[in-house]
């Protein structure tokens, strides 16, 4: 028996990768968060399956479903959004499991920021704009930063920012970073991305706080900033410049 956490994706039911939905098709037990995952996604379940919405679960319960699967002998396919392994809470689970001994494994998933940047056409690591992404959140009622990744602090690299579960937050959020990136730095606030409700508000730092507080949205949402996301002037890759080479591509001798 296994338990197998799962990429849901970030909301599009045909967002899951393969793997993920043939595993959601055969286990006979699906655990998933369904204030983040679509029922559309564990609809593929058989039919006979025991499927469990997880969001009102504290973890001693989710657990103890794991365990009575084991003890019945069924694979669980245990099912979160975007990529497990940002923000998915999986650690505390498989630590759990190592305990009791009941093998489990993990299939990737697409993140929302990916998502979020497919829908703007945005590439977040431009040529001379920003080669590094960094993906971290702020802390509202969730557990507190380590010492050294508070936004500020992260700000001072100029990078590509793709901060989580923020969007109530967004008065420190713009203050920490005003200073690294300036009042003119865009930003894309990414809601629901790929859901059929998505909506994506486009601003700046000086403006986007008054934006998203007119839209209403208070949960769910990603917060993108970086020069990337309105970069016009920007240099040419190398990877495919004329006179770069490489294994597959070698200098041609001059005739």
Known sequence: MTVHFIGAGPGAPDLITVRGLNLIRDCKVVLYAGSLVPESIVAEAPADARVIDTSALHLDEIIAEM???????????????????????????????????????????????????????????????????????????????????????????????AV?????????????????????????????????????????????????????ITRTALILVGRVLDAKAFDNSRLYAADHHHVLRPKKEKV
């Open 164 to 216: 989580h579960l923020s969007v109530n937050n967004l008065v420190p959020v713009v203050r920490d970073l005003v200073p690294h990136y300036g009042e003119d730095c865009p930003v894309v606030v990414a809601y629901r991305a790929s859901w059929p409700d998505e909506q994506y508000i486009h601003g700046t730092l000086a403006d986007i706080r008054d934006k998203v507080k007119k839209s209403g």
């Open 67 to 161: 365990k009575d699967a084991a003890a019945a002998g069924h694979d669980v396919a245990r099912v979160h959004s975007g990529d497990p392994s940002l923000y998915g809470a999986i650690g505390e689970q498989m630590r759990r499991l190592d305990d009791l001994g009941i093998a489990y494994d993990i299939t990737p998933g697409v993140p929302a920021f990916a998502a979020a940047a497919a829908a703007l056409g945005c590439e977040l690591t431009l040529p001379n704009v920003s080669q590094t992404v960094v993906l971290t959140r702020t802390s509202v009622r969730s557990t507190d930063m380590p010492k050294g990744e508070e936004l500020a602090k992260l700000g001072e690299s100029g990078a590509t920012l």
